[in-house]
């Protein structure tokens, strides 16, 4: 089972009639069940400015309008479901480490809580938090645990629009957690998604989640991803002493320079695939999910 759905029994409560994928640049979406291919809804400049910190829908009459026009109007019929896929930026994602992790859920979230505390840029007590425990390896010391942390009032406005038309959010989650399940392969991987000014660098290792950094550029340019790809890549070979075996790009166009990411860190380029279509900087969260939904024999695009 992948980290995805290992995270559902926190959020998800029934099978969803639509999936959604927000950035500042629009709505992709899907009707995972439906077979009509995953789309994209532009929205206004400024609809969407996306912050750890203060209030990421300026624009909430754009974002509800571009809402109804790809769901219709509520209907008052039995309640839809739907999954909402937040930018990596709005949240907080980490991997903590624990000599020991307590078995009784209401001690697991005080302890994650309080590891949080002092890492994330927000109150932490009025967050909305998920943790998951991951399995020990063979002859690991301790536990790792996955929290993903955001706002409270961010994420209710996120899913405000979702509300007015009659969608219940049922399943929350971050575009860079939905979009590892189109990662595959072992060795270490650092999987870096480039969406306009945010730059999300994640390490896996055989599937497992080593860390997350999400990074606002002053500018995307070569030199200044480069200034965080470098010490990701020092850090895989600090802690886990072995280089990565692979870069994987998403939303870095073309790929006419991957040739210059390959000589400069000295690692294997590769461009994140989908069985949906080719990921982009507005939809790999989105593909990500309705992937994960095929092992399960639910139809899809």
């Known amino acids: ?106 001690e697991q979230k005080s302890l994650v809580r309080f590891r949080m505390k002092k890492s994330v840029p927000f109150d932490i007590e009025s967050a909305v938090v998920g943790h ?65 000014r945010l730059l999300t660098v994640s390490v896996v290792n055989a599937g497992e989640l080593k860390l997350v950094r999400c990074v606002e550029l002053a500018a995307p340019s070569h030199d200044e991803i480069l200034g965080v790809l470098f010490p990701t890549m020092a850090y895989i070979e600090d802690e886990m002493a072995v280089k990565a075996s692979r870069l994987v790009l998403c939303g870095f166009g073309d790929g006419s320079d991957d040739s210059s990411w390959h000589v400069e860190l000295d690692v294997p380029v590769e461009h994140l695939q989908s069985r949906f279509g080719v990921p982009d900087r507005h939809n790999a969260g989105l593909l990500g999910y309705v992937q994960s939904l095929a092992p399960a024999g639910v139809k899809v695009a």
């Open 132 to 196: 998951y425990p991951l399995a020990a390896r063979t002859g690991q010391k301790g536990v790792n645990v996955i929290v993903v942390a955001a706002s409270r009032d961010i994420v209710a406005r996120y899913e405000a629009p979702f509300r007015a038309v009659g969608l219940h959010p049922g399943f929350v989650t971050t575009a860079a957690l939905a979009s590892l399940e189109l990662l595959r392969g072992a060795g270490i991987s650092v999987v870096a998604r480039l969406t306009g």
């Open 1 to 106: 089972m992948s980290v995805l759905h290992k995270f559902g029994h926190l959020f998800q409560d029934a099978a969803p009639e639509f999936a959604f994928e927000l950035t500042e640049e629009g709505i992709a979406y899907s009707r995972p069940a439906s077979g009509v291919p995953p789309a994209f809804q532009p929205l206004d400049e400024g609809t969407l400015v996306v912050s750890p910190l203060s209030d990421n829908v300026h624009k909430p009459e754009i974002l509800a309008e571009r809402v109804r026009a790809i769901t219709g109007p509520a209907t008052g019929r039995r309640r839809r479901c739907a999954v909402v896929i937040l930018p990596d930026f709005c949240s907080r994602v980490a991997v903590l480490g624990f000599d020991s992790f307590p078995a009784n859920p209401d």
